[in-house]
């Protein structure tokens, strides 16, 4: 039977004899730091991508629903719109170019991000590797934006088309009817602004924190190398 006092005592003394470090140098801390970097970006485009296919399948089955159709009929109904045939086929037209201008910005929202992928991969410069991320994070903050001014637009739009339609056919609307419309509208587009950040903000926030922190540590580190 071994020896087990032999054995802890021998490990207790290799213990004490390791040399024990806990700060890594400046090399190594960039490294880390732009392996982190990429890391996360590529989680990004990954999401973006994610993003674009999921839309288009959306999208693709949204053509063939009618509950788009169901909510404006009610909607005109209410108002007593007349020709709803031919309102219901420009509100059509609205969201479809809304949903062709959705994956669009999309479409070329995941372009970007991988060519700044590429180039942050590629770069090894600290400070155009510092540049670079400076400009993704831009880039994702416009790609947010873009799809609340695109969702902001939509409903503007759709608003605006249904008023204008009801001045053409000279339909008078009672004050509470006009209010509800106009609350309707804007609650309808603040909760859609409020659900539109949320998700973003757990799609990308989270991500694009971590990157930032990054940045932080590599401007730092930058910035030492100049003196």
């Known amino acids: 039977m071994p020896n087990q006092d032999f054995d802890i005592d021998s490990l207790k003394k290799s213990w004490q004899d390791q040399v024990i470090s806990d700060d890594y140098n400046q090399e190594e801390i960039e490294v880390m730091l732009n392996k982190k970097s990429r890391n996360y970006v590529k989680y990004i485009l990954w999401i973006s991508v994610a993003e674009f296919v999921i839309f288009g399948i959306i999208n693709f089955i949204a053509l063939f629903s009618n509950s788009f159709h169901t909510d404006f009929t009610n909607i005109l109904n209410k108002l007593q719109i007349r020709n709803q045939n031919e309102v219901e086929f ?22 970007i991000f991988y060519s700044n992928y590429k180039k942050i991969n ?7 590797f510092i540049i670079h991320i400076i400009k993704f994070k831009r880039a994702v903050n416009l790609f947010i934006f873009s799809n609340i001014l695109l969702l902001f637009l939509f409903i503007g739009s759709s608003t605006a088309f249904i008023v204008f339609t009801i001045k053409k056919q000279n339909i008078e609307i009672d004050n509470p009817t006009f209010w509800s419309l106009i609350i309707a509208v804007i609650v309808s587009l603040l909760v859609c602004i409020v659900l539109v950040l949320l998700y973003y903000k757990i799609a990308y926030g989270i991500i694009l924190k971590r990157l930032s922190k990054n940045l932080k540590q590599l401007e730092t580190i930058d910035s030492q190398k100049d003196y």
């Not at 509100?91 to 479409?107: E, F, Q, W």
């Not at 590629?122 to 155009?128: C, G, Q, R, S, T």
């Open 122 to 128: 590629i770069e090894a410069n600290l400070k155009k």
């Open 90 to 111: 420009s509100l059509d037209k609205i969201y479809n170019v809304m949903k062709v201008a959705s994956l669009v910005i999309t479409g070329v929202f995941v372009v």
